[in-house]
């Protein structure tokens, strides 16, 4: 059966890796590469759906973990399913649970057939399978949905982690056999294999004979180095089939975004820009700045000068330190909506840079601007 998530690929970058593409889903086609906003409970924090549409998001990432306990998949699938649910009539891609699962270490037991741990919330006993993820995203309802997998840490043992890459292609063989509605959701895979060149290459090489329409790349972002993570994606990335959506979690700073980018990453997501924004931290062209600090109290220029923004065009550093003082709402609203705006901005940049054949030059000056140096900035 054909999926209904489709990648057209545009064009190649003369110097790099770098590609321009499309991505079909059942509710648009969208410009690749693309940073994806995440809305863990069906929201993205503080944000108004209309407000993502105008700046420019495109998918946007809710959590089958979350959603499965609160408020349940039954009352979403009730709803209409989560386009319906949370009024936001893009694309919508869900992540498996398997993360946050397996973020819980000190209560969950690994077993073939499926992760059994307790409860976040509550501490009730719970099991989640590769079929059972499944089953949840296929009432949630989004356009694309993600396998089971374990994601080991980083820096475990190479006979742990070749353990592990076996068992997530077995789970990912359950899942699209369990996957109920494959003419309107699309599954991917997930390639792991933590920093290890053989067993990521066997993972991607697995997955890739399952013919997913897309592949998500996990496990890293985890506390490795920039430098490890781009060594990875160096030999990860080719491994790929160059029809499909590459999509790399988790990772969503300015400068990840464009070196993923460089070596073939058509998709990105993170909480990170919302999260900082919550305790005063905005991202700018001249770098990080915590509005939050003194020196701001009687600062009356934008977060930005060069950003065009709702926040920056309405409202002064002070004003925006003096609502963070004072706890009040709204000032983490305007600090997440300028930080999500940033990212999106700079992915739009990023694909101008690749129509053009300069994303090198681009990257050069923004890191520049941005005050990144050779340490945490190494060159391509």
């Not at 009432?139 to 068992?167: A, H, Q, T, W």
């Amino acid at each position: 059966m054909e999926s209904p998530i489709k990648y057209t690929l545009l064009k190649k970058e003369k110097h790099t890796g770098a590609r321009l593409g499309l991505l079909q889903t059942p509710h648009g086609t969208f410009e690749t590469p693309m940073f994806m906003p995440v809305g863990t409970l069906a929201s993205v924090k503080t944000m108004a759906p209309e407000e993502l549409d105008e700046m420019g998001a495109s998918v946007i990432l809710s959590n089958t973990y979350h959603l499965w306990l609160r408020p349940g998949e039954e009352i979403v699938k009730e709803a209409g399913g989560l386009h319906k649910f949370m009024n936001w009539d893009k694309g919508i891609l869900t992540d498996s649970g398997g993360f946050q699962v397996f973020s819980l270490a000190d209560t969950r037991n690994i077993t073939e057939e499926g992760v059994h741990f307790k409860s976040h919330l509550d501490g009730r006993k719970l099991f989640l399978s590769p079929e059972k993820a499944i089953q949840v995203q296929n009432d949630l309802g989004p356009d694309i949905m993600m396998s089971l997998d374990e994601c080991p840490p980083y820096f475990e043992s190479y006979e742990y982690v070749k353990n592990s890459i076996n068992r997530t292609t077995r789970w990912a063989e359950r899942g699209l056999k369990a996957h109920q509605n494959p003419n309107t959701q699309g599954l991917f895979g997930i390639v792991q294999g933590a920093g290890f060149e053989d067993l990521r290459k066997q993972s991607a090489k697995d997955l890739v004979s399952l013919d997913f329409p897309g592949y998500s790349i996990g496990g890293l972002s985890v506390g490795e180095s920039k430098d490890e993570m781009n060594r990875v994606l160096d030999f990860t990335v080719p491994m790929l089939p160059e029809n499909k959506p590459h999509y790399l979690m988790g990772v969503g700073t300015a400068d990840s975004l464009i070196d993923g980018v460089i070596r073939g990453v058509d998709m990105f997501d993170c909480v990170l820009p919302t999260r900082i924004a919550r305790n005063g931290t905005c991202m700018t062209s001249k770098g990080r700045l915590v509005v939050k600090n003194a020196k701001y109290a009687r600062d009356f220029r934008p977060l930005d000068e060069n950003c065009n923004c709702y926040a920056c065009r309405n409202y002064t550093r002070a004003y925006i330190r003096h609502l963070l003082k004072t706890d009040e709402l709204f000032g983490m609203h305007l600090t997440s909506y300028h930080n999500l705006y940033f990212l999106l901005d700079v992915m739009k940049k990023v694909r101008q840079a690749i129509k053009d054949d300069n994303l090198l030059e681009f990257r050069e000056s923004f890191f520049e601007e941005y005050g990144f140096n050779e340490k945490n900035a190494k060159k391509f």
